[in-house]
């Protein structure tokens, strides 16, 4: 058997640790930086901040049916942790510069095991029309990418969703329409812009 240099060693510890941190986010989530905002795990201290903020009927316009209720809110945080720990899916809390708590998520679902394939949907407010969006968008998919390991990822948006929509193609997405059930279907792969 060939000896392997000192440099060929840590070279294979590097990829083997690189292995390693691509399935560590299953017991808890890094911490995200992207222009004007963080992205970190949801705690339960921003239970207040998303009922606050997502229980609008401007918020609830376009969305998946959100908690109504704070205990709802806790709950939802709850649950997503728990996801996380099964490997099912992860969940960021989207905090803009200059906040403590959460003004919005990101949520991503595995569609098949192993994440080759996932859904997110997202709930921000009150940053429509700014940057922040398209920071976190970005933060996101480069970690679901990155480091989940995902082939394909896939958004659900109501077809009359103009402006979440519009914030989609922005980042490159492409839709397939289905009248069958007025959603937009939106797809795109590790090239995202």
């Known amino acids: 058997m060939d000896k392997m240099s000192y440099r060929e ?21 890094p ?6 905002v963080t992205l970190r795990e ?9 009922f606050a903020m997502l229980t609008t009927a401007e918020a609830a316009e376009f969305g998946s049916p959100l908690p109504r209720t704070l205990e ?10 728990e ?10 809390a989207v905090v803009p510069d200059g906040y403590e ?9 595995q569609l098949e095991p192993g994440f ?27 970690f679901v990418f990155g480091v989940v390991g995902v082939h ?11 402006r979440g929509n519009a914030a989609l193609r922005k980042m490159g997405s492409t839709e397939e329409t289905h009248d069958d059930w007025r959603q937009v279907k939106v797809v795109w792969g590790p090239e995202f812009h």
Not at 72 to 81: L, Y
Not at 101 to 109: H, P, T, Y
Not at 152 to 162: C, F, K, P, T, W
């Open 152 to 162: 394909h990822l896939e958004a659900r948006s109501i077809a009359a969703n103009v």
């Open 116 to 142: 080759a394939s996932a859904q997110w949907g997202f709930a921000l407010s009150p940053c429509w029309g700014t940057a922040v969006f398209q920071g976190a968008a970005r933060a996101v998919a480069e």
């Open 83 to 92: 996801e996380r720990l099964a490997g099912n899916g992860f969940c960021f």
């Open 9 to 29: 060693q840590v070279q294979q510890a590097q990829a083997r640790q690189a292995q390693l941190d691509a399935f560590n986010w299953r017991f808890g989530l």
């Open 31 to 36: 911490a995200l930086s992207a222009q004007w």
């Open 72 to 81: 709802g809110f806790r709950s939802f945080i709850r649950k997503v942790q």
């Open 42 to 50: 949801l705690r339960d201290s921003d239970a207040p901040a998303l």
């Open 101 to 109: 708590d959460a003004m919005g998520f990101f949520q991503v679902r």
